[in-house]
């Protein structure tokens, strides 16, 4: 890796804030006096002026509101501090990056850490929505015949029928249990990264979050790496974007242990919160000189393996909600067929 990765200081950290104030302090909108950008003006201007066209041309074809932004420019207000100050994550990830690099390599590497995180995301929905829907109708589907439809045809003396689903019911409840607390738990690392970071080792443990940070990490590190960024503009980069919330719990933990003299190589060697893989890839490129490169072929290579393991386990979901499915038909076949056995019996 390149000389700026290996630097080490840290400047000290500014009073702490509890993770509750910073949350609730946070502005929801712009601030009073700053224009309203919207993302889709920001892409069409991303547009222009990647055709050639010079910044105020864009910027009055783009923004409804360029007059206000060009008051604010004329104040002295910079135009990375107006984009910042939206409330859109994405929009305060360009600002940071506007702030570090110049308009143009700005704009290249949001729209690749914007790409990366969307594939990511993009590949967990797609594999994962239809399954979790069918999974929770089927549990619905028992829930009301076991509670309503079934009890009333039974009647008294019936409740031997009702065991498997109340069985079944049983082992949906724990699966939807496990889903809300994972839910929650991402939601809570989200929110307030610093408080998480306290039980990060354990929210790690769970593999999908592991394979998150991972990726996180590798598309920071090509940009890091392509930009030649040091220590501290890596660290601004994480921390002030937001767009990054595991990699920025894993950041927080290893400027600590850089302002205690080590280096960030070593914190990364030393990670477990991370995937092995990972790992090699880095001491690869370390090894190689070869960061960006390797950086690129982990976030490749873990792409298809995530896509896999998702697949995989879409596929046991599945089956798990046409089993819930097929049981629940068979036990409603078997009670309908009971008043005929017992004429028959007769």
């Not at 991303?46 to 010079?54: D, E, Q, R, V």
């Not at 360029?66 to 107006?82: D, M, N, T, V, Y």
């Not at 797609?126 to 009301?144: D, E, N």
Request: proline share 4%; hydrophobic share 45%.
């Amino acid at each position: 890796m390149k000389s700026g990765m290996r630097k080490t200081s840290i400047a000290s950290s500014k009073k702490k804030k509890t993770p509750v104030r910073d949350f609730l302090l946070k502005p929801v909108f712009a601030p009073k006096g700053m224009p309203v950008l919207d993302e889709k003006e920001m892409d069409l201007f991303c547009l222009l002026l990647k055709s050639g066209l010079t910044f105020p041309d864009a910027l009055s074809l783009s923004f409804q509101s360029h007059a206000e932004i060009e008051k604010r420019l004329e104040q002295g207000i910079p135009f990375s501090q107006i984009v910042r100050s939206q409330k859109e994550r994405n929009m305060k990830q360009l600002g940071v990056l506007m702030e570090i690099f110049d308009l143009s390599l700005a704009l290249e590497f949001h729209e690749q850490l914007r790409k990366a995180r969307k594939t990511l995301h993009g590949t967990l929905l797609k594999k994962s929505g239809y399954p979790l829907f069918l999974m929770a109708f089927a549990s619905g589907l028992v829930c009301f015949f076991a509670d309503s439809i079934l009890p009333s045809l039974l009647g008294e003396g019936g409740s031997s029928y009702l065991s498997l689903l109340n069985l079944l019911k049983l082992v949906s409840l724990l699966f939807w249990i496990a889903v809300f607390i994972g839910v929650v738990a991402v939601g809570w690392m989200i929110t307030f990264p610093q408080a998480a970071s306290r039980i990060s080792p354990l929210l790690f443990s769970i593999p999908l979050l592991k394979t998150f940070s991972s990726m996180e990490c590798a598309v920071v590190f090509e940009c890091v790496q392509k930009a030649s960024l040091s220590t501290r503009q890596a660290s601004r980069l994480i921390q002030e974007s937001g767009c990054f919330p595991f990699a920025q719990i894993l950041w927080q933990s290893w400027i600590r242990e850089i302002e205690a003299g080590k280096s960030l190589e070593a914190c990364i060697r030393r990670e477990r919160r991370l995937e092995d893989r990972f790992i090699r890839f880095f001491e690869i490129g370390l090894e190689t000189s070869r960061m960006e490169e390797m950086m690129q072929a982990y976030q490749q290579g873990r792409l298809l393996l995530f896509e896999k393991q998702l697949s995989q386990f879409s596929r046991y979901l599945l089956y798990a909600a046409y089993g819930f499915v097929g049981i629940l038909a068979i036990s409603v076949y078997q009670i309908m067929l009971e008043p005929l056995s017992m004429l028959e019996g007769i």
